[in-house]
């Protein structure tokens, strides 16, 4: 993975301001991974897809994160530390495809990756559990009845507790396309389980940057009349520094 220059990370956080998340996600990863075309990268996995997202927000911002999460049962805010490494797996070979018996029914299921994502992102006001049905219908290969005659079948016709085997087995598949963080709430004792997206995640740390880099390079042109590229060509240091002694006069 190629580290990104300071002037490139502004370009792309400048475009991605017109992205979909998904979209964002999938041109970072294709600025720092040159030797994967643009359709590999949108043909990855969802979990081999976020992995290299925490590989870049390590490089960007180390290890530590900080995230803010609200108690469903009292509304209190808890302040979350953990590090890259406890949410990311070990590393382990995502197959293309998985075979899924459940109930006398046979299937083959592919990995779902960003194209579909992108595909049930267009659909407007559904539920959840639409949106799952519409991934699966997607990812879904093949289905057969496991009787003699071994006739094939459509998604619509499979039982619910067929669909939860499917899901039950992708998510064991590819285990980093689906962080849970366990939670606590110091205030109430309540326990649950709350969704990490590292794609909302790390953007909403890279526009953060972005309009604090933008701040300096308008307070340093200001005081030296440095042009943008002389600015962001600086080490984040040295431009410390130059602010420093520019908010000292």
């Known amino acids: 993975m190629n580290p990104l220059a300071t002037a490139e990370l502004l370009a792309l956080w400048e475009r991605g301001l017109s992205q979909t998340s998904i979209e964002r996600s999938l041109a970072l990863i294709t600025a720092v991974c040159p030797d994967r075309s643009g359709e590999q990268v949108r043909r990855l996995s969802i979990g081999q897809r976020d992995r290299l997202l925490l590989i870049l927000r390590e490089q960007l911002f180390g290890s530590p994160l900080v995230s803010i999460a609200v108690c469903p049962a009292c509304t209190d805010r808890l302040e979350l530390n953990f590090s890259v490494d406890a949410i990311r797996l070990p590393t382990t070979e995502v197959p293309e495809m998985i075979e899924v018996h459940q109930a006398g029914y046979r299937m083959q299921v592919r990995l779902p990756n960003s194209v579909d994502l992108l595909a049930i992102s267009e659909y407007q006001a559904i539920t959840l559990p639409e949106l799952r049905w519409l991934l ?76 604090g880099l933008l701040r300096e390079v308008h307070l340093l042109a200001s005081a030296y009349s440095w042009s943008e590229s002389d600015i962001l060509a600086m080490s984040a240091q040295r431009r410390r520094w130059y602010l420093e002694m520019v908010s000292s006069v």
């Open 136 to 211: 699966l219908q997607r990812c879904l290969v093949e289905v057969n009845s496991e009787s003699e005659n071994q006739e094939a079948i459509t998604i619509t016709e499979l039982p619910e507790e067929v669909i939860e085997a499917i899901s039950a087995q992708l998510a064991i598949a590819d285990p980093q396309a689906d962080i849970q963080l366990d939670l606590s709430c110091p205030a109430c004792g309540h326990r649950w389980q709350a969704p990490f997206d590292i794609g909302s995640f790390l953007w909403s740390e890279i526009h953060a940057w972005a309009v």
